[in-house]
């Protein structure tokens, strides 16, 4: 999707209000000129005392008449152009919406939360300035000072073109200065609050993983060093600011002296009344609210354009991930080899990859634990294997079709049991039905008692028809995932991915759960990915994770037998082995 298919839309759509948002803010100005110009022309024909008010009622009534339109027009004019942007505001997010939602597994996956709340949130906010605080000040600035010179050159041909030379300072050069100081800077502090804003919402939604780690101190440090850095950036950006107002107000100053030098020598030679003097100095400053503000226009350019990326990103990303899904699938299959080679994956070009050259095999029944530290990689491997992402480089393939080609079909595939599984606001039954929804009620109860939810179904009022309330919580946290458990025993595929699912469970109701998973799920193969080492002896394979790579593996009796480090972990995480 083009970057500017997010703009530009949006002009021709809206063609008929921006015409006329645009012709109020010329509008608004000119009245604010005239207003200064006529105030102006007053007090010096006041000064002069003269001998009937009908001299200068004239005046007066244009003081009054400008006064008044200018605040009008000024009013509709915001009018106008803030029920246009809103108008655009919904429809953007409405359009995001339909993006997201059709793809909406594949998009969450292949974007980090606080990517998706930050384009939602952030990004397209940011958008609509591009209308009311860039594009449309500039039009205007541009149309007003054409017509200064135009005016100024009906007067005097050369000042007018000293004056263009001071007005093109202030809506070209400077402009241009300000987006040469500040392009880079601009970027890198909207891409790093992105970071931060991602940062924050991927860590609170996680925040157990980080309790759980006991990373919690390095989280707030590393959180504090990124503000820090962000802090500095905004503050060069606000001294250039400053420099750059200072600038703008030097020239309006010279145009001022200009113009007072000007005036004082067409009085002095007869060319114009003397009154007129004040009015022209007087005009000067309300044309230089409409050169002034261009600077700051410009400057923002660089922020609609991390934000249109972002966009574009997101927006790409649920038809890449379409267009992955339909290549040649195999039919259900009660076996699946899964196949990892020189695997490599980044979220951005410009991120570290979050997977960095893994390679692993995994053979029918094969039972394997990926551990490692929060943003060690192991989600972003669980989402290569599920087919979510696609690789940037190597392959990940299942029975030798590739992981993305499955698309919809992989729940045949794989299922996942996570620390946080969706139960609805229905029975017993349907939550554990959505496994497989043809299923039999006796194929529901076979899973069911396989799950041990005998003893805890045969106590509830209704038994299998018992409603678990919302996110179930009529049930305690095992419960909830043996209930789960059952779901996946329902599915029956030949994959089984174990997302943290004793997360929150207290050690015996951990050590309990992983024992009927472990029974119930003989001949499948099991990817689990985990903190601790609880559990690690019943694996075929351990495979430890640093910053996307794999730094140690082996059997448990192997990294026993000679990796000290495991040995400390294995010591503590199970004390009493």
Not at 258 to 284: C, H, K, N, P, Q
Not at 386 to 402: K, W
């Amino acid at each position: 999707m083009k970057q500017e298919s997010w703009i530009r839309p949006y002009f021709r759509w809206y063609s008929g209000r921006f015409t006329l948002y645009l012709i109020l803010g010329v509008l608004t100005l000119l009245s604010a000129g005239m207003l200064m110009f006529t105030s102006g022309f007053l007090i010096s024909k006041s000064a002069m005392q003269p001998y009937n008010i009908l001299l200068v009622y004239v005046p007066i009534v244009g003081v009054r008449t400008f006064g008044i339109s200018r605040a009008v027009i000024h009013y509709v004019e915001r009018l106008v152009g803030h029920d246009t942007v809103l108008r655009i505001l919904a429809k953007m997010r409405v359009r995001l919406y339909r993006v997201l939602e059709p793809q909406a597994l594949f998009i969450r996956s292949r974007f980090r939360t606080g990517d998706i709340l930050g384009a939602l949130a952030d990004d397209i906010e940011q958008l609509q300035n591009v209308y009311i605080r860039t594009v449309f000040p500039s039009v205007v600035a541009l149309i007003l000072y054409a017509a200064t010179v135009v005016a100024m050159g009906l007067f005097d041909v050369t000042f007018a073109l000293l004056l263009a030379a001071y007005i093109f300072v202030l809506v070209v050069v400077l402009p241009y200065l300000s987006l040469w100081f500040t392009r880079r800077t601009n970027e890198e502090v909207k891409r790093e609050r992105n970071g931060l804003y991602q940062k924050l919402t991927d860590a609170v939604m996680g925040i157990g993983d980080w309790v759980i780690s006991g990373r919690t101190a390095e989280f707030l440090k590393s959180y504090a060093q990124d503000e820090a850095a962000v802090a500095r950036k905004d503050r060069k950006l606000r001294a250039w600011a400053r420099w750059r107002s200072f600038i703008g107000h030097f020239v309006v100053g010279l145009v001022v002296v200009s113009m007072v030098y000007w005036a004082g020598g067409e009085a002095a030679a007869g060319r114009i009344d003397a009154t007129l003097i004040a009015a022209f100095v007087l005009i000067v400053f309300p044309l230089s609210d409409a050169f002034l503000p261009v600077s700051e226009a410009v400057e923002r350019t660089p922020q609609y354009r991390v934000s249109l990326d972002r966009l574009a990103r997101i927006s790409g990303g649920g038809a890449e991930a379409v267009e992955a899904a339909a290549g040649e699938v195999a039919p259900r299959t009660a076996a699946a080899d899964v196949r990892l080679r020189d695997v490599r994956f980044a979220y951005a070009a410009e991120d570290a990859d979050s997977v960095d050259g893994f390679s692993l095999d995994f053979p029918q029944g094969k039972r394997v634990m990926v551990i490692g530290r929060s943003g060690a990689g192991k989600s972003t491997l669980l989402k290569l294997i599920q087919g979510a992402l696609a690789p940037s480089h190597g392959t990940v393939q299942i029975n030798g079709i590739p992981a993305a080609a499955y698309g919809d079909r992989m729940p045949e595939v794989i299922s996942v049991l996570n620390q946080s599984p969706h139960l609805f606001d229905t029975t017993v039954s349907n939550n554990i039905r959505l496994g497989r929804p043809e299923a039999t009620d006796e194929e529901i109860g076979r899973a069911a008692q396989a799950a041990q939810l005998g003893p805890l179904v045969a106590a509830l009022p209704q038994g299998m028809n018992t409603p678990m309330r919302e996110t179930g919580r009529r049930f305690s946290g095992g419960e909830r995932q043996r209930v789960a458990l059952a779901r996946i025993l329902l599915q029956d595929t030949p994959v089984l991915i174990l997302d943290e699912p004793t997360v929150g469970l207290d050690p015996r109701t951990e050590r309990e759960l992983l024992a009927t998973i472990f029974r119930t799920t003989q001949g499948k193969s099991l990817i689990w990915v985990t903190h601790h080492l609880v559990g690690a002896e019943r694996m075929d394979e351990i495979v430890f994770m640093e910053h996307g790579r794999v730094v140690m593996r082996g059997s448990h009796a192997e990294l026993l037998a000679r990796e000290p480090r495991y040995r400390n972990l294995y010591r503590l995480d199970c004390p009493e082995e």
